[in-house]
């Protein structure tokens, strides 16, 4: 199976008359109910036919054909690349960049915070505020977070100016 018949398939479902016929062989089984003339209803059958999404049954009625979808997924399937265990707590902590709780192991809690710490530019000094600003957008307990950068030395503190002191640096 080929990224064409990928297309083919997209370029189905994009056409409106395709479109309309595979919804009604989904919903209810009568390609007439789309709506569309006969000859119409018949081009975008055999379209669907030639694409694999719709097919007749032993009494000549017209099914859409599901397992389409499932058999291009299978052909385009990658094996998932490896994670790593920081990747994995991440991952279970993250939900589209914000924390859903802060971890209450120590461990995955490094991780996180180690993370978050990524945020702070190593020499740069950066007041109170700015530090509550970047944190509120991980969680909405800034305060603790930045309290626990602090304690494990990811952030120093000096006269309510922020510096990164520590975590990990990508090269």
Known sequence: MSDDAIRQVLGLLYQEDTLRVLAALVL???PEEAGLEEDATRRALDRLERGGLAVRDDDGRWQARRERFRELLHATARPAAPVSAEEKVL??????GRLRAIPSKREKQLVVLN?????FEPG??????EVNTVLRAFHDDYAAL???LVDDGLLSRENNVYWRSGGSVDS
């Open 28 to 30: 209810s089984g009568k």
């Open 91 to 96: 991952q279970s902590f993250l939900v589209e």
């Open 115 to 119: 993370y978050i710490a990524q945020v």
């Open 124 to 129: 740069v000094r950066y007041p109170e505020k």
């Open 146 to 148: 930045r309290r626990y």
